[in-house]
C-alpha cells in the first residue's frame, strides 16, 4: 500500500502556511510518499502550487485532488493536464470532480444540476486532448466546435501524454462512473469497516466496461496522530466533522452527509445536519458520534493507528492518503515518518 499527503484544503490561503507546506512536501518526498494532492474549493486553486513543486520535487508525483469541473472547460482542464505532465517530467496525476451546489452555484454562478453527465463529458473531452486528438465531441452538455459558430475542431500544440486520471466520486452514479472510466478513486467520508457502501457502485461500473476493480488505484485515508489519549484526538475534530455533514452542501443535498449514512451512519448524520442548520454548532459537534471520527482516520496509540492501517489494506484501499498532525513542521514530518514505518512493516 503507498503513501499519499494532501496539501491544501478547501479554505487554504497564507504566505507562512504556503511556505510551510512547501517544506513538508520536500520532506514527504525524501521519507518515500508516493504522490502529494493539491485541492481546490474557495481557498488556493489546485494548478498554482503544483507547478510550484515541479520545481522543488524530482520524484513525488503530483496530484489535482482535484479540479472543479465547473471552474474550467474541458479543453482548460486537458491544456492544464498535458502543461504539468511536461513540467513535471510525466508525474503529474489529473483529478477530476463535481464538487457540490454551495461552491458550484454560490461562487462559480453555474447550474448544479446534471453534474454526473458534466463529468462524464468531461472526462472524455479530456482524453481526446491527452491522446493528441482533434478536440471535436458532441454530447448533451458539451459540444465541440460551437454549432453555428466560426470555429473548427483543434488540436492541442502541446504533446499529448498518458495522464492518468482520477475521479473524486461519493454519490452511486458518480462512483459506478469512476469505477468504469477512471484510473483511479479519490474517496473520502470513507469507513473501511463499511467499505462496500462505496465499492459496491465502483466495482459494478469496473464490470460494466469489462473490466476489474483491481485496475484501479483506490485512496482513502484521514488525519494521522499518535496520542495515548483517543479520546482527546476524538474530541478535536468533531467540529470539523460537523461542518462536513452540516455545511458542506445545501439542507437538501449534501453528499458527504449522505455517504455517512449510507455507511451506517444515518440517524447521526441527519441529527448532527438538523443542529447545524438550526445554528446550534456546538451541539452539532457534540452529536458526532466517535465512531465516525475513528472509522475516518488513523488516531491513537501506535497499536490502534496500526489496526487502522490494517482496516484500510483489508478494504482494498491501495494508496492510503493521509493529514498527519503536528504543532510544528517536525512533529507533522516526525509523525508521517512513522506512519510511514508502520505501512512499510505490514505484509504486501
Known amino acids: 500500500m503507498r503513501v499519499a499527503i494532501g496539501i491544501s484544503g478547501p479554505a487554504s490561503g497564507g504566505t507562512r502556511a504556503w511556505a510551510e507546506t512547501v517544506e513538508f512536501v520536500l520532506e514527504a518526498e525524501r521519507l518515500g510518499v508516493a504522490s502529494a494532492w ?58 477530476l470532480g463535481a464538487s457540490g451546489p454551495q461552491v458550484v452555484e454560490g461562487l462559480h454562478g453555474i447550474p448544479f444540476a446534471g453534474a454526473v453527465g458534466r463529468l462524464r463529458e468531461t472526462l472524455e473531452i479530456v482524453r481526446l486532448g491527452l491522446r493528441g486528438e482533434r478536440m471535436a465531441y458532441r454530447g448533451r452538455h458539451f459540444e465541440l466546435p460551437r454549432p453555428g459558430g466560426e470555429g473548427k475542431a483543434l488540436r492541442l500544440a502541446v504533446p499529448p501524454a498518458p495522464v492518468p486520471i482520477y475521479l473524486a466520486a461519493l454519490a452511486p452514479a458518480s462512483l459506478a462512473l469512476t469505477g468504469e472510466l477512471a484510473d483511479g478513486w479519490l474517496g473520502t467520508s470513507f469507513v473501511p469497516e463499511h467499505a462496500e457502501a462505496a465499492l459496491q457502485h465502483l466495482r459494478a461500473g469496473a464490470e460494466r466496461a469489462g473490466r476489474s476493480l483491481a485496475e484501479l488505484d483506490l485512496q482513502a485515508g484521514g488525519d494521522v496522530a499518535f496520542c495515548d489519549d483517543l479520546d482527546a484526538l476524538v474530541r478535536a475534530r468533531k467540529p470539523r466533522l460537523a461542518f462536513t455533514l452540516g455545511a458542506m452542501g445545501s439542507a437538501s443535498r449534501n453528499f458527504y452527509n449522505d455517504a455517512f449514512r449510507r455507511a451506517g451512519f444515518a440517524d ?62 517536525a512533529e507533522r514530518v516526525a509523525t508521517l515518518g512513522r506512519l510511514l514505518d508502520l505501512v512499510a512493516e505490514e505484509p504486501a
Open 268 to 329: 447521526d448524520a441527519r441529527a448532527v445536519q438538523e443542529l447545524w442548520l438550526a445554528g446550534r454548532r456546538e451541539e452539532a459537534a457534540a452529536r458526532v458520534p466517535d465512531a465516525m471520527v475513528v472509522g475516518t482516520s488513523l488516531l491513537g496509540p501506535e497499536a490502534e493507528v496500526r489496526r487502522r492501517v490494517r482496516a484500510y489494506r483489508a478494504a482494498g484501499i491501495t494508496t492510503l492518503r493521509v493529514s498527519p498532525e503536528g504543532r510544528t513542521l
Open 38 to 95: 493539491s485541492a481546490e474549493a474557495w481557498g488556493r486553486d489546485a494548478v498554482s502550487p503544483l507547478a510550484f513543486l515541479a520545481a522543488k520535487t524530482t520524484r513525488l508525483r503530483l496530484g489535482a485532488g482535484i479540479l472543479q469541473i465547473s471552474a474550467r472547460v474541458p479543453a482548460m482542464t486537458a491544456m492544464t493536464a498535458l502543461t504539468l505532465a511536461e513540467i513535471t517530467g510525466g508525474r503529474f496525476l489529473l483529478g
